[in-house]
DNA sequence: CATAAAACATACTAGTCGGTATTTTTTTAT
DNA sequence: ATAAAAAAATACCGACTAGTATGTTTTATG
């Protein structure tokens, strides 16, 4: 195989495990070596390939991570129709199509920054870079709301952004919590009002 | 010393500096010999007085961070006065009443629900017995204002109880991604108007 | 085909981890 | 005073940690 897309594989191999890993028992006590028995490579590929385990954090924060946000929540909030519409069925939509695993492991970003942004400028920068698109797609999209009159003019697009996002986020960790749904019910039917209040 | 007295202060001690390290460097990555050199005793008291990290840890949840969500968050929902008032001041006055260390380290309870709920049915319970202490403060409060006329009734406690909750807890792991208080204000705002939308 | 570089493997370090076994010190009850 | 029990100290275990040093194999290029 060519040099160049061995290499990329390898990475892209180390990036799936590592973030699999990271996930399900959290960054810190992920060691390489268990990274690595995961690749079925040893701690010699890996050191090859990343001067640490912080950059492989960072690395798995600004690629797979930003990445499954952004498939997930940004996007769809570009898509044409009513934005509160819009609005509900991604927050919920998202929800709804976690899957047990998901809902018992919680949102990855979230877990990544209460678990280690308060200990590296790195991880904090990388991690920022996504809630702030997250938040620009919101602000975007509920402006857009207010043009087009679907959405009252006297609320402050960034403020309930941010309220949208930290709910959103809130709920994915306090759903660990409950072997059932009850909770994120009661969470769409808290945001399905929330959204309804906004309606012009 | 009384022997029961001294027991009894040697392990408000442990807790007390365990519940620091945990939430200045999380739950995992706290070694008990870490604990026990803040302490100035040695492994062996420790292991005197607890069976286990574990057992640690699940006191450290259900005494001192049940006590601290309480006192911060739930009694003040039993005062007196207008309903919406009150969540308005609790909620924003905790924000702002918080250090610049509680503001960069986040809310304990959502670190180790994020940390290690996925992980140990204990700490699940002993957390989630937090959560439902606050929700039925929140849905108890709600109901009220709804019964004195002044919150809506086409609102459903319980949603709104655990929006709020979500929204809170999901704030106070985004602020650790900045360095100033901005994020704080949006919320502050967002839940302002979140709570205007449920007067009657 | 030779040579260099990239990719990966092996073996190791010094330190940390939770937990245990054993001993010493302190306190309490008689 | 003394024996029993509680509190705490000391020393240790095997497993694990991030990272390094030095090999070997594979690939690219003259």
Redo the contacts with the bound molecule.
Sequence with gaps: ????Q??EL?KALILNESFKLFYENGFK?T????IMKATK?????F???YK???ELGVEVISTHIQKRVYEGMIKPLYEEGNALELLENTFSGRLKSFSIYDKAHGCPMNNFINEIADEEQAYQIALKRIIEEWKAALVHLLERGQQEGSIITTIAPKAVAIYLISAFEGVRGIRKLYNDDQILNDYMSGLSLYLTQLKA
Tied chains: 1, 2.
Excluded: C, F
């Excluded at 195989?1 to 160049?4: D, P």
């Excluded at 490579?41 to 590929?45: D, E, F, N, V, W």
């Design positions: 195989m060519e040099q160049r061995k290499s390898t006590t060691s390489v070596d268990k490579l040893t701690k010699g590929a050191y090859h390939h640490s385990k912080k």
